[in-house]
């Protein structure tokens, strides 16, 4: 069974460009989780998108920031404009349940500088 | 809110050394508590789960963890280490009851095992 993954595996851009991240959930799992871990630091939560509806989108830093999953498959992460702040690792996971029990897998992470 | 503390972010030690990586967490009520591992250029992948029982669990790869509830603590054990298990290591927690289901993790321990 293949796990999440997500691509690329790494990215560099310039402070101001666009970068879009994806993620490819494990088939069968309805909820995709989107985290971020700024260099050194604790790995945080952005959202959490069940089939394609956005479930909780609390952690989303701002507006620059857009997730989508269309037809609740794959999901995309879109940076527009990138600052320097937005540099880190963004880990994708997917549950085929979520609630306080569910085990999430994740995704080895996509490592975005921005230069 | 929940919040996770791992005292120790760099560790390095020798092979067939005893391994204990702290974890404490913060929360009033029920928790859920995970350790995961993040071995270099691999996916995040989970080592042990706590959600009800006997408060210590196996997990794989002979590690271990002990849930002491009186202290907030979940540390992480294995007796001897190999160099095999020179990884990125992860505490997090979400509410068992109440609370967000959302894990929150802690900032990570970078184990380094020389051979």
């Known amino acids: 069974e293949a796990g999440v993954t997500q691509f690329p595996s790494h990215s560099v851009i310039e402070k101001g460009q666009t970068v879009t991240l994806r993620c490819d959930p494990i088939?069968?799992?309805?909820?995709l989780y989107w985290y971020r871990r700024v260099m050194g630091k604790e790995i945080k939560f952005l959202l959490h998108?069940?089939?394609?509806?956005?479930?909780?989108e609390s952690g989303m830093p701002n507006n620059r920031f857009l997730a989508e999953r269309t037809g609740g498959t794959y999901s995309t992460l879109k940076v527009q404009p990138a600052e320097l702040e937005d540099s880190g690792v963004y880990f994708c996971?997917?549950?085929?349940?979520?609630?306080?029990?569910?085990?999430?897998?994740f995704g080895a992470g996509t490592r975005l500088s921005v230069l | 809110a929940q919040s996770v503390s791992q005292h120790n972010h760099h560790v390095i030690l020798s092979e067939a050394a005893s391994l204990e990586l702290g974890c404490n967490y913060s929360y009033g009520g029920t928790v859920n508590l995970f350790w995961y591992v993040q071995y270099p250029g691999q996916h995040l992948q989970l080592l042990l789960k706590?959600?009800?029982?006997?408060?210590l669990v196996k997990g794989i790869k002979g590690f271990e963890a002990e849930f002491i509830k009186s202290k907030f603590s979940f540390n992480l054990r294995k007796p001897s280490v190999q160099w095999s298990d020179t990884a990125e290591y992860f505490c997090a927690v979400n509410a068992a009851s109440g609370g967000s289901y959302i894990p929150t993790f802690g900032r990570g321990t970078s184990l380094i095992v020389h051979p």
């Open positions: 706590y959600f009800s029982g006997d408060p």
């Open positions: 088939s069968g799992h309805d909820n």
């Open positions: 996971a997917s549950s085929p349940t979520s609630g306080k029990g569910n085990i999430q897998y």
């Open positions: 998108f069940v089939k394609e509806s956005k479930q909780d």
